[in-house]
Every structure is written in C-alpha cells, then in structure tokens.
Nanobody, 123 residues
C-alpha cells in the first residue's frame, strides 16, 4: 500500500524556518520524482518544488526560489522541504506527492499524495 506521510508543519513567525518531511512507503522511491505542493484556503493546489528520482535535478516556484530547498534520501525513503525566510503568504497546507519517472510542476501529473501538513506564518 502506497503511503506518503508529511510532518513538520506548525506555527512560525515571519522570517523563521520550518523543515517539512515526507515519509514514503509501499513503492520504490528510486523510480519516482517527488514534489511539494501547497494549498491556501479557497485556492487551488500550487506548485512549490520538485526533485528528480535520482535527486540531481530540482525545480522551484519563483515565489520560493532562494528560500526553500528540496532534498531526498532514497535509502531512508524520505523527502525534505527546508523552508527559510518564511512569509505570511507561505501559509497553506503543504502536500507531498509522487509520480513515476520525470518530475513535473502540474499537480494533475502526480499519482500519489499525502494528507498534508499545515504551515502558518504569523506574528
């Protein structure tokens, strides 16, 4: 059974940092691109970051470039999103997603999703 479980969300002040983790099980992570998306209230899923199945290639939304870093450890079955210099507009539910082969920035291209973790940036 495929499972993606996110953790690490919470409340943080503007300018602070959070580290989100995604634990993957039930499939071979070596053959899957991974991504993080987010969804704010009343909005569609928004692409945040993605990483190739080997971890050599990454892509970021312009809104998070230079502040967020995506990484993966296939041996441990984990994907991490390090978020620095957080802004109130980063507030959303963050989702981990997986798709076979090459990465993509469209949420509709991803086969597996986690349940999400809430990130709130507020003073």
């Amino acid at each position: 059974q495929v499972r993606l479980v996110e953790s690490g969300g919470g409340l943080v002040q503007p300018g602070g940092s959070l580290r989100l983790s995604c634990a993957a099980s039930g499939f071979n992570l070596d053959y899957y691109a991974m991504a993080w998306f987010r969804q704010a209230p009343g909005k569609d899923h928004e692409f945040v970051a993605t990483i190739s199945y080997g971890g050599r290639s990454t892509s970021y939304a312009d809104s998070v470039k230079g502040r967020f870093t995506i990484s993966r450890d296939n041996a441990k079955g984990t994907v991490v999103l390090q978020m620095n210099s957080l802004k109130p507009e980063d507030t959303a539910v963050y989702y981990c997603a997986a798709r076979p082969d090459f990465y993509n920035t469209s949420p509709g291209r991803y086969d597996y999703w986690g349940q999400g973790t809430q990130v709130t940036v507020s003073s």
